[in-house]
């Protein structure tokens, strides 16, 4: 999934200015920039500057120059000593020490970011997102404002002006609004959905509206390990949901449309397989990602990166999950 974001939203794009949510699918991303990315050419093309926290698996990508700068809402424990390393890249102070924001983040990471991407849980059929499920309520975090085309917008930029048009826009552009899931989550449970939980839960809670964590009109792309689709280029309810459909996978979801209609949203360019991005499959491992292990962060690091004790007591034992995961 990482390989096809990059490969269908950040290159053709040109994305410079972005956001990442928090997870796996995203760690993967900044984990392909100094070696996926690298390879098609985009270094200095894309993701030159982030609003986002000092994660870890940003250090390859800023230690081989693909990443100019990062703009924080807060710290990451273990980061300080390379954080304050690194004045040309993160906001330091005059101690030496990193000068965040979270009130200017979140400004910057609406109207000057062109790109949210993040992960969820749940996607019903127009697109909307969220991560309050039946017996599992996870905090939105920053994404329901990261992940919310800015109306008050008026400064221009290739990527919003191209997403603009591609959505039928003649006097403003579109933010690109992003949404990367597996079609099943790890628990079985079905990620594509009719109606999202989230109705249920505003009825037994008693809230006047559901806890919807990104409005489908905000999204424009949702990628999974099926491929992509790109909501932007649909020109009806119908056909966004056929979209979706054509992405689910083997989900209910997703057997309940003909496999004639997603490959006429293939010819249409509205979804993309991995094929239609020259992606071999066979290709997609984790020997991309830049760094596999922490300790492999920490190298990259000069050895400035001091991992959490949880990080290290976790590396001390055979077969720990300290494997990051693409």
């Known amino acids: 999934m990482a390989m096809m974001a990059i490969a269908a939203v950040y290159e053709p794009y040109e994305v410079r200015r972005l956001n990442h949510g928090i997870g796996y699918a995203t760690a993967a991303i900044e984990l392909i920039l100094p070696t996926f990315a690298a390879q098609r050419g985009l270094k200095g093309k894309i993701a030159r500057h982030f609003v986002l926290n000092p994660h870890p698996t940003l250090i390859p990508a ?63 059929t127009q697109g909307n997102s969220s991560t309050a499920t039946k017996g599992r309520i996870t905090g939105f975090g920053g994404a329901p404002n990261m992940g919310a085309d800015p109306r008050g917008r008026r400064h221009d930029s290739p990527p919003w002006l191209r997403a603009g048009r591609e959505a039928g826009e003649s006097l403003r552009g579109r933010k690109l609004v992003v949404q990367m899931v597996q079609t099943h989550q790890p628990n079985g449970a079905p990620s594509f959905v009719e109606r999202l939980d989230a109705f249920d839960l505003a009825v037994s809670a008693g809230f006047a509206l559901p806890p919807v964590m990104i409005y489908g009109d905000d999204v424009t792309h949702v990628i999974t390990e099926r491929g992509v689709a790109n909501l932007l280029r649909c020109r009806s309810p119908q056909e966004r949901e056929a979209a979706l459909r054509a992405v689910a996978g083997d989900t209910d979801f997703g057997k309940r449309q003909s496999p004639e209609t997603g490959d006429s949203l293939r010819r249409h360019g509205i979804v993309m397989s991995p094929s239609d991005l020259g992606i071999d499959v066979g290709t997609a491992t984790r020997d991309w990602l830049a760094a596999r292990t922490i300790d492999d962060l920490v190298t990259a690091s000069g050895g400035l990166y001091a991992p959490p004790a949880k990080f290290r007591a976790l590396a001390a034992k055979p077969n720990a999950s300290t494997v990051i995961h693409a």
């Open 62 to 124: 800023i230690e081989t120059g693909f990443v100019a700068s990062v703009y924080c809402f807060g710290s990451e424990l273990g980061m300080e000593h390379y954080v304050s390393s690194r004045a040309s890249v993160f906001p330091i102070g005059a101690d030496g020490s990193l000068r965040s924001n979270r009130a200017l983040a979140q400004v910057a990471g609406q109207y000057a970011c062109d790109l949210f991407i993040g992960g969820t849980l749940q996607i019903d």
